[in-house]
């Protein structure tokens, strides 16, 4: 590869790979240019720091495991079946990365850690889309909230157990999806409009 054509999707796909194969303690911007063929000042040139290819990668792998939430916030179904489909989404997207590649996911715990930032900005828009998903509920009288912000983050909250990564070696035991449903079976009722 020529740095001429080198691209920040390249790089950010060989970090990645140079992260599963040597973990983050010991992987470098030399390993990441190592594998691409190139200088590891034509990385820098994409990313100014190895803290700034970091985030990006944290950033990228992020994107990666919610793309499907984008699906579920276009669908045109009742807000309760959205918000439903929202929850098993981001808590599908978080088990299968977490079981079918743990040694890549416990990486990605220890970059978590370091990017605060890129997560404090990837919670803000997942709450951000449920809040979207409650106040339509709200306009359209199928769902309840006095304030869609403060109901949002709440189920977020509620739902830790489902999508934050220290909850990980919770996500394959035994009765974890009944627990799930039971969740947003509460959730859902508690969003229910009053009648009468």
Same mark, same amino acid.
């Given at each position: ?9 390249? #790089? ?45 990668? !944290? ?11 984008? !699906? ?33 996911? +416990? ?11 890129? #997560?404090?900005?990837?919670? +803000?828009?997942? #709450? ?15 769902? +309840? ?15 830790? !157990? ?35």
């Amino acid at each position: 590869m020529t740095d001429g054509i080198l691209t920040a999707d390249q #790089i950010l796909a060989a970090a990645q790979d140079v992260l599963r194969r040597y973990g983050p303690a010991k992987a470098t911007v030399v390993d990441v240019a190592r594998a691409l063929g190139v200088s590891h000042g034509s990385v820098y040139r994409h990313f100014p720091s190895k803290t700034a290819l970091r985030e990006a990668v !944290t950033q990228r792998w992020l994107e990666e495991s919610h793309a499907e939430l984008e !699906t579920v916030m276009a669908a045109g179904t009742p807000a309760d079946e959205r918000l439903r489909d929202w929850l098993a989404a981001l808590f599908g997207a978080k088990r299968k990365k977490a079981l079918d590649d743990p040694e890549l996911f +416990a990486t990605y715990m220890v970059l978590v850690k370091e990017a605060s930032a890129v #997560i404090d900005r990837h919670v +803000a828009g997942l #709450i951000g889309q449920l809040e979207q998903i409650i106040a339509a509920g709200v306009a359209r009288g199928e769902l +309840a909230a006095p304030d869609p912000a403060v109901a949002a983050r709440a189920v977020f909250q509620a739902a830790t !157990t489902f999508h934050n990564p220290i909850h990980a070696a919770e996500w394959s035991r035994p009765g974890i999806e009944r627990e799930f449903t039971a969740l947003c079976d509460l959730i859902l009722r508690g969003l229910e409009p009053r009648t009468g």
